[in-house]
């Protein structure tokens, strides 16, 4: 059975860090497409960031781009993002997600097949 499991959410300030983990067991998913969302109160579920199953392809939301940095560790079957210079619209609920077939970009929710239960990430102001 395949699970994904985030981690490393909390409580940070304006301009602080975090760093969120997620942990895929079940299934080995060194060469698939793994991607981060994440969904505030009242809001739809939007992309993050994407990676390749070799790392070599990243995107990111253009939201994010130059404080986030999305890796992967193949070998522990995990995805990893690190989360700097935080925002109070960063609050959000994150989850990570597997794709398992040919998709287009992999930035949209219909892109993925399994998701973690989510963490949430809060930065107050």
């Not at 994904?4 to 909390?10: D, N, Q, R």
């Not at 404080?67 to 990893?80: G, K």
Request: overall charge positive; some cysteine; hydrophobic content about 35%.
């Amino acid at each position: 059975q395949v699970q994904l499991v985030e981690s490393g959410g909390g409580l940070v300030q304006t301009g602080g860090s975090l760093r969120l983990s997620c942990a895929a067991s079940g299934r080995t998913f060194s060469s698939s497409p793994m991607g981060w969302f994440r969904q505030a109160p009242g809001k739809e579920r939007e992309f993050v960031a994407r990676i390749s199953g070799t790392g070599s392809i990243i995107r990111y939301a253009n939201s994010v781009k130059g404080r986030f940095t999305i890796s992967r560790l193949n070998a522990d079957n995990m995805v990893l993002l690190q989360m700097n210079s935080l925002k109070p619209e960063d609050t959000a609920v994150y989850y990570c997600a597997v794709s398992t077939g040919y998709r287009l970009g992999y930035t949209e929710v219909h892109d993925y097949d399994y998701w973690g239960q989510g963490t949430q990430v809060t930065v107050s102001s």
